[in-house]
């Protein structure tokens, strides 16, 4: 079963709008997540790593204003699209390290946003 | 940043012939993953290479770490239709952050 729960797994909003994309970890903690932006037909592109009770560490070039995360419980990290624009329509996705060590990422099922 | 490279960006094939995705980076990396996304779907992990010279299977899949640890390959024996989706290389730098390769696209035609 799944790991980690992500959603919405699909949203369209209003340019201008903020739009929250969930996720929760399942089957244990993660104390640190990865929020990937995938457009059409091309790689995961890391955006920022957030820890729980920390501030999240954003990739060069991406806003961190723009990408509001929060990672407030060891289950529940969440992204905020914040002012959005038709350019920040993607697919969201995050991620969290397994625990038993082995380094496999778990990928929740990803949020596709369209901004009009 | 480090970036790892794949080669070919798309390959298609007729059912039943093999397939290789490669991987390549230019700095030494701390160990490679291997991950596949069906069309729609999410990235799904397939296998983690950390030894020098390491070759992994699964079933028709064969998955090699060079000697230099710069570069990676998976090998498909016998495509099947099921093999359809998106291969991608990661590197983990050592649990930092995890950064993908651009990806193999596979088609597989019937």
């Known amino acids: 079963g799944a790991v980690v729960s992500q959603h919405p797994s699909r949203v369209i909003c209003k340019s201008g709008t903020s739009v929250k994309i969930e996720c929760r970890s399942l089957?244990?903690?993660?104390?640190?997540m990865f929020w990937y932006r995938q457009f059409p037909k091309q790689s995961l592109m890391l955006m920022a790593t957030?820890?729980?009770?920390?501030?999240?560490?954003?990739e060069q070039g991406v806003e961190k204003d723009k990408f509001l995360i929060n990672h407030a419980s060891l289950t529940l990290s969440t992204l905020t699209v914040t002012s959005a624009h038709p350019e920040d329509s993607s697919f969201y996705i995050c991620a969290q390290l397994a625990g038993d060590g082995t380094g496999e990422l778990f990928f929740g099922e990803g949020s596709r946003l369209t901004v009009l | 940043g480090q970036q790892v490279m794949q080669i070919p960006q798309y390959q298609h094939v007729q059912e039943g012939e093999d397939f290789t995705t490669y991987c390549n980076s230019s700095t030494t990396l701390s160990n490679i993953q291997w991950y596949k996304q069906r069309p729609g779907g999410h990235p799904v992990f397939l296998i983690q290479l950390v030894k020098s010279g390491e070759v992994k299977k699964q079933k028709r899949l064969t998955f090699q770490f060079g000697e230099a640890k710069k570069n990676s390959s998976l090998h498909i024996t016998a495509t099947q239709t099921t093999d359809v989706g998106t291969y991608f290389c990661a590197e983990d730098n050592y649990g930092q952050n995890f950064v993908f390769g651009p990806g193999t696209r596979l088609s597989v035609l019937p």
């Open positions: 089957d244990f903690q993660a104390t640190t």
């Open positions: 957030s820890n729980e009770g920390s501030k999240a560490t954003y």
